[in-house]
């Protein structure tokens, strides 16, 4: 049975930082893409960034720069370092394969950047 749980999510001020994490199970993660995705309050899932498993990574243009995904395959972790934070950020933040799996998404964590 696949599971992703996220946490570290929470409020903090524009400027601020947060690392979320993702702990995988139920699938060998170590040869998976992975992605972290965002939904912001009345708009789509998006994709801002992924990880391949040989650690080659991908960013939307709104985080470049910012954002930074990585993995720890001993530990089945993938991470999401954010630095910058804006408003426009604040969302529930989900893990996912890359591309995504609908019947993997897991409850997310939220993200509120706000003063």
């Known amino acids: 049975q696949v599971q992703l749980v996220e946490s570290g999510g929470g409020l903090v001020q524009p400027g601020g930082s947060l690392r979320l994490s993702c702990v995988a199970s139920g699938f060998l993660f170590r040869v998976a893409g992975m992605g972290w995705y965002r939904q912001a309050a009345g708009k789509q899932r998006e994709l801002v960034a992924a990880?391949?498993?040989?650690?080659?990574?991908n960013y939307a243009d709104s985080v470049k720069g910012r954002f930074t995904i990585s993995r720890d395959n001993a530990k089945n972790t993938v991470y999401l370092q954010m630095n910058s934070l804006k408003p426009e950020d604040t969302a529930v933040y989900y893990c996912n394969l890359e591309p995504a799996t609908k019947q993997y998404w897991g409850q997310g964590t939220q993200v509120t950047v706000s003063s």
């Open positions: 990880i391949t498993y040989g650690g080659t990574t």
